[in-house]
């Protein structure tokens, strides 16, 4: 049984730190491709940012580049979300996902990922 646990979430004022993790198991995820994504009351989800699980390639969102780093660690099966600079509008439930195959256009669309964690809440005050 695959399953993703995202832990990491809390409060943090506007210009803060917090790094998110995504402890996966029930699979070897060699050659998977790994994402975040977020969702905030009222609004869609939306991808945050993905990383290729053999290549290390990443694509992030234009609303964080420069300030969210996606890396993973292949012993621990772990993915890790560090987010800087941090903004009251990234407050969102933040999601931990998994897919087989790399679009290469980014691997934006959340319908293609089969795996998903319960989330993680993020908070940023003003």
Request: glycine share 12%; proline share 1%; hydrophobic share 30%.
């Given at each position: 049984?695959?399953q993703?646990v995202?832990?990491?979430?809390?409060?943090?004022?506007?210009g803060?730190s917090?790094?998110?993790?995504?402890?996966a198991s029930?699979?070897t995820?060699?050659g998977?491709?790994m994402g975040?994504?977020?969702q905030?009351?009222g609004k869609e989800?939306e991808?945050?940012v993905?990383i290729?699980?053999?290549?290390?390639?990443?694509?992030?969102?234009?609303?964080?580049?420069?300030?969210?780093?996606?890396?993973?660690d292949n012993?621990?099966?772990?993915?890790?979300?560090?987010?800087?600079?941090?903004?009251p509008?990234?407050?969102?439930?933040y999601?931990?996902a998994?897919?087989r195959y790399?679009?290469?256009l980014?691997?934006k669309?959340?319908?293609m990922?089969?795996?998903?964690?319960?989330?993680?809440?993020?908070t940023?005050?003003s």
């Open positions: 049984q695959v993703l995202e832990s990491g979430g809390g409060l943090v004022q506007a803060g917090l790094r998110l993790s995504c402890a029930g699979r995820f060699s998977y491709v975040w994504f977020r905030a009351p989800r991808f945050v993905s290729s699980w053999s290549s290390g390639i990443t694509y992030y969102a234009d609303s964080v580049k420069g300030r969210f780093t996606i890396s993973r012993a621990k099966n772990t993915v890790y979300l560090q987010m800087n600079s941090l903004k509008e990234d407050t969102a439930v999601y931990c998994g897919r790399s679009d290469g980014g691997n669309n959340s319908r990922y089969e795996y998903w964690g319960q989330g993680t809440q993020v940023v005050s």
